[in-house]
């Protein structure tokens, strides 16, 4: 294990009518203004939305909403809504959504609070935010971990950019199970994947082998996995989402990345691909992941293998990927490019941009060029 220093500042509100207990105890701490920020609306179709307004003027709040985050979430939309910060002088910021919700609510806090430009500060200047609006989250799609860290993803559409930028980590999270219930069967398993997807880059980042980092690892994607499955047969499982959402969270809450380096290059090409298409995050990585291990094979045996046989039940890495390729298949995730909802026509020269602009990681098995980046593109058309 590599030397490290873990806190972990968010208070975690776990199971059925945990959004009760959450904004009771918690909201008397800050002033009596919050904004309450969601997505496209499907909040005011299944209920939570009159729930949470519900307790928010039980809590006497003055309630400001700011509707409308998109699932890649854009830079402008942080502008507007810090817009709506400042005019009405937030004192809390409620995110209640998923990942994109969410990130995009992170860095409202923390540029609310700055006098400069939070991308040029992070990518020019190299510093980062030490304050924001204090917020909460409470998560109505799972998959994302966004809850659990102060890291949020962006589009800055500008720049043709897809990525993170290190902003506010809520003090509170609300994983409430029956909230995610009227998420489609697609939206659930994409989530699921991308759980599978931080699990999996945490655990081939190098590292000392056989930590207990590695072993907490396994642990999250084999019961990723085995939870996908038993949605596969009863989609309103309630258990299985609850095991999903808590495994979402783990993913993604720095316990897995103690005392080792993550790897993170396919959610690096799979954000790139999203800045050019607007894809879907977790069907991305579906269909780039397992054509990444299968370039990096020989680079990652041992730790492909130990997969293999720990997730899947499978006694050789090449039958562990064929695992992984049947589970994207019986999940009925897209399992090439060209089945992906995109905004852009793909083709080879589309790729080429997305490869060419790609960050490129060094804590990997393998250490891509930008043209295998753009080879592995292509085997995924
Ligand atoms: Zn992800």
Not at 47 to 71: C, D, R, W
Not at 128 to 157: C, K, L, Q, R, W
Not at 285 to 307: M, N
């Amino acid at each position: 294990m590599n030397k490290f220093t873990y806190s972990y500042p968010t208070k975690v509100y776990f199971g059925k009518g945990s959004a009760k207990d959450a904004l009771t105890q918690e909201l008397n701490q800050y002033g009596d203004t919050v904004l309450l920020a969601y997505g496209g609306g499907s909040i005011k179709k299944n209920g939570i939305y009159e729930e949470i307004l519900e307790l928010l003027k039980e809590s006497n709040k003055t309630v400001i909403e700011f509707a409308g985050i998109m699932s890649n979430p854009t830079y402008k939309k942080v502008q507007e809504g810090v817009k709506i910060v400042k005019e009405h002088e937030i004192d809390f910021i409620l995110a209640v959504g998923g990942g994109s919700v969410i990130d995009c609510c992170k860095v409202i806090s923390a540029q609310s609070l700055l006098d400069e430009d939070i991308w040029e500060m992070e990518y020019i200047k190299g510093k980062f935010p030490t304050d924001g609006i204090p917020m909460g989250a409470i998560v109505t799609v799972s998959g994302t971990g966004a809850e659990m860290n102060g890291g949020a993803v962006i589009t800055h559409e500008e720049k043709k950019w897809k990525g993170g930028i290190f902003a506010t980590t809520p003090t509170f999270a609300v994983l409430d199970p029956t909230y995610t219930m009227s998420v489609p069967r697609t939206q659930v398993l994409s989530g699921a994947f991308d759980t599978l997807s931080h699990a999996m880059e945490t655990y081939f980042g190098n590292s000392d082998q056989d930590n207990v980092s590695d072993d907490v690892a396994l642990a999250i994607m084999k019961n990723t996995v085995d939870n996908m499955l038993r949605l596969l047969t009863d989609i309103h499982d309630e258990q299985a989402r609850g095991n999903l959402m808590w495994d979402s969270a783990m993913a993604e809450n720095g316990i897995l990345k103690c005392g080792r380096q993550t790897d993170f290059q396919v959610h690096q090409i799979e954000h790139q691909l999203a800045a050019y298409t607007d894809c879907n995050h977790g069907q991305g990585l579906a269909i780039i992941q397992p054509r990444y291990y299968r370039y990096i094979l020989d680079h990652a045996r041992e730790k492909l293998t130990k997969l293999a046989r720990v997730v899947f039940n499978e006694d050789t890495a090449e039958k562990g990927l064929d695992a992984l390729d049947d589970l994207i298949k019986e999940c009925g995730l897209p399992t090439k490019l060209n089945d992906l909802s995109s905004t852009m026509k793909i083709t080879p020269e589309l790729l080429k941009q997305v490869a060419d602009t790609t960050n490129i990681i060094q804590s990997n098995p393998y250490t891509l060029s930008k043209h295998e980046v753009h080879e592995i593109l292509l085997e995924c058309m």
